[in-house]
């Protein structure tokens, strides 16, 4: 793993004050682990995906700056199917960019039933998701370079 690796944070900031929770326990585990991030933010989670694609272009049209990435985001089931769009389609996009192109990914979207399970699993002095998603991300960074990949 890189000295210090360096992380893209996508955060959908859909339910803001959510968000805030989850970005500081992210932020906290990747300080404890020496590492470095950049923060860019999202309306929603299905925007999420697209948004470490462009990273991924980039600029320069090719590779990317960062080691890793950390993906934040909170889905609150409604009254309709929408939910299970939200939900299911920033997982399987985040998935499928995590096989198709290589890379760390931790996924930091919370899908819920209602705001206080959110709250729980976003505060990090509770479930900490946020802090949960970071350390994954430097979990695969390192599993990644073990392989050489
Ligand atoms: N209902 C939630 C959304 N919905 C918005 C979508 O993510 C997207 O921004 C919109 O459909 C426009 O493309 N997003 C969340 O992150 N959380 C929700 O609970
Ligand atoms: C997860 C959502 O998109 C949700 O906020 C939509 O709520 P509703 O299904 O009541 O429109």
Same mark, same amino acid.
């Given at each position: 793993?890189?000295?210090?690796?360096?992380?893209?944070?996508?955060?959908?900031?859909?339910?803001?004050?959510? !968000?805030?929770? *989850?970005?500081? +326990?992210?932020? %906290? !585990?990747?300080?404890?682990?020496?590492?470095?991030? $950049?923060?860019?933010?999202?309306? @929603?989670?299905?925007?999420?995906?697209?948004? #470490? +694609?462009?990273? *991924?272009? &980039? !600029? $320069?049209? @090719?590779?990317?700056?960062?080691? +890793?990435?950390?993906? *934040?985001?909170?889905?609150?089931?409604? /009254?309709?199917?929408?939910? $299970?769009? #939200?939900?299911?389609?920033?997982?399987?996009?985040?998935?499928?960019?995590?096989?198709? /192109?290589?890379? !760390? #990914? &931790?996924? &930091?979207?919370?899908?819920?039933?209602? /705001?206080?399970?959110?709250?729980?699993? %976003? $505060?990090?002095?509770?479930?900490?998701? +946020? @802090?949960?998603? %970071?350390?994954?991300? *430097?979990?695969?960074?390192?599993?990644?370079?073990?392989? @050489?990949?």
């Amino acid at each position: 793993m890189a000295s210090r690796p360096h992380i893209l944070i996508v955060e959908a900031r859909f339910y803001g004050h959510i !968000a805030d929770h *989850l970005l500081a +326990g992210a932020k %906290a !585990a990747l300080d404890a682990a020496g590492a470095t991030h $950049d923060v860019v933010t999202v309306p @929603g989670a299905l925007e999420a995906p697209a948004a #470490v +694609g462009f990273a *991924l272009s &980039g !600029a $320069d049209g @090719g590779g990317t700056e960062y080691d +890793g990435f950390v993906v *934040l985001g909170c889905v609150i089931r409604g /009254e309709t199917f929408h939910f $299970d769009i #939200v939900a299911g389609e920033s997982a399987r996009a985040l998935m499928s960019l995590s096989v198709d /192109e290589g890379i !760390a #990914v &931790g996924n &930091g979207i919370l899908t819920v039933e209602n /705001e206080e399970q959110a709250l729980v699993r %976003a $505060d990090p002095a509770r479930k900490d998701k +946020g @802090g949960e998603a %970071a350390k994954t991300a *430097l979990r695969m960074i390192a599993l990644r370079d073990h392989f @050489g990949a």
